[in-house]
């Protein structure tokens, strides 16, 4: 993947360098976000007694529809992550796997659900990220290990030090708003990048590559405050990474992630998946008529 670096941001021991691709903007679709507060797509639960593990989506929109992996989604009988990225298409009705992240709580409390301004925290993508990639190896398809996810809940509840009636993930992001507020503030959008390499200290966590500029203008203030729940409580260390030292290890792993072996898959809906797995990485990406719409990288354990 070519890319050339653009803007550098870092505020404690979080560090963000946004880049632009060669091939950008090359599709026409809109957001999950976008779409449903435009009343566009409609997403519910299967049925009335609903499945955990599924969701029902119907686009009436006359474009595609993207959603992200690490999506939450909230409302209906319980609060769900969005297991993969998807391309949903124009028009269509699809049913898409997800995984619970409100524990405590199966009661419908609206018809449809709503987005949220936040994506999962990078562990618990990672984490979902792996056992998608170990299920679709046997055949199970995009499902997760829900009780992991539900565990890993429960590891930021008590983590951050919320009570959570229903054990649920976005009650924690509630209440945790305003500590990162300023903090996250620091960090603004390059109106020229598509993509972004966001490092903890000299650790790089985790890499998002969009299709559209726009698309990604909209995700990296959720990226951030997904990567914030996990650094609200780390001390400074009095060490910051350097621009040139945060460009060179994007750029070789990048260069490394082109080289690794991959399994290709039917998409979640539009498209192909090409799924890659390493000791210390796990991974993605999504293509439609054989161009990017969303590479994402995260490193285990990170």
Same mark, same amino acid.
């Given at each position: 993947?070519?890319?050339?670096?653009?803007?550098?941001?870092?505020?404690?021991?979080?560090?963000?360098?946004?880049?632009?691709?060669?091939?950008? $903007?090359?599709?026409?679709?809109?957001?999950? $976000?976008?779409?449903?507060?435009?009343?566009?797509?409609?997403?519910?639960?299967?049925?009335?007694?609903?499945?955990?593990?599924?969701?029902?989506?119907?686009?009436?929109?006359?474009?595609?529809?993207?959603?992200?992996?690490?999506?939450?989604?909230?409302?209906?009988?319980?609060?769900?992550?969005?297991?993969?990225?998807?391309?949903?298409?124009?028009?269509?009705?699809?049913?898409?796997?997800?995984?619970?992240?409100?524990?405590?709580?199966?009661?419908?409390?609206?018809?449809?659900?709503?987005?949220?301004?936040?994506?999962?925290?990078?562990?618990?993508?990672?984490?979902?990220?792996?056992?998608?990639?170990?299920?679709?190896?046997?055949?199970?398809?995009?499902?997760?290990?829900?009780?992991?996810?539900?565990?890993?809940?429960?590891?930021?509840?008590?983590?951050?030090?919320?009570?959570?009636?229903?054990?649920?993930?976005?009650?924690?992001?509630?209440?945790?708003?305003?500590?990162?507020? $300023?903090?996250?503030?620091?960090? %603004?959008?390059?109106?020229?990048?598509?993509?972004?390499?966001?490092?903890?200290?000299?650790?790089?966590?985790?890499?998002?590559?969009?299709?559209?500029?726009?698309?990604?203008?909209?995700?990296?203030?959720?990226?951030?405050?997904?990567?914030?729940?996990?650094?609200?409580?780390?001390?400074?260390?009095?060490?910051?990474?350097?621009?040139?030292?945060?460009?060179?290890?994007?750029?070789?792993?990048? $260069?490394?992630?082109?080289?690794?072996?991959?399994?290709?898959?039917?998409?979640?809906?539009?498209?192909?998946?090409?799924?890659?797995?390493?000791?210390?990485? %796990?991974?993605?990406?999504?293509?439609?008529?054989?161009?990017?719409?969303?590479?994402?990288?995260?490193?285990?354990?990170?």
């Amino acid at each position: 993947m070519i890319v050339k670096p653009l803007a550098f941001h870092v505020n404690n021991r979080l560090a963000a360098l946004q880049f632009t691709t060669v091939a950008r $903007d090359t599709l026409e679709y809109i957001s999950g $976000d976008r779409a449903m507060k435009a009343g566009l797509l409609e997403v519910r639960e299967v049925s009335e007694s609903g499945s955990v593990n599924q969701l029902f989506v119907i686009n009436t929109a006359a474009q595609p529809v993207f959603f992200m992996d690490g999506d939450i989604l909230i409302g209906a009988k319980q609060n769900r992550v969005i297991n993969t990225s998807m391309l949903i298409g124009a028009g269509s009705k699809t049913t898409i796997a997800v995984t619970c992240v409100e524990g405590g709580r199966w009661q419908m409390v609206s018809k449809r659900f709503s987005p949220s301004d936040y994506v999962a925290p990078s562990k618990l993508r990672s984490g979902k990220s792996q056992q998608v990639h170990d299920n679709l190896q046997n055949k199970r398809g995009y499902l997760s290990d829900q009780g992991d996810i539900w565990d890993r809940v429960a590891s930021y509840q008590h983590l951050h030090e919320v009570r959570s009636p229903t054990s649920s993930l976005s009650d924690i992001f509630e209440a945790r708003r305003a500590d990162h507020g $300023d903090f996250l503030a620091s960090f %603004t959008n390059e109106p020229d990048a598509n993509g972004c390499a966001f490092f903890i200290d000299n650790d790089l966590v985790c890499v998002d590559v969009f299709n559209r500029r726009d698309i990604y203008a909209e995700y990296f203030p959720k990226l951030l405050r997904g990567i914030g729940l996990e650094m609200v409580f780390l001390a400074p260390t009095g060490k910051e990474l350097g621009r040139a030292e945060a460009e060179y290890k994007t750029l070789d792993f990048l $260069d490394t992630m082109d080289t690794v072996e991959r399994s290709t898959f039917p998409g979640a809906a539009l498209g192909t998946e090409q799924r890659f797995q390493t000791e210390t990485v %796990t991974g993605f990406g999504l293509y439609v008529d054989e161009q990017l719409v969303h590479f994402s990288a995260l490193r285990l354990g990170a």
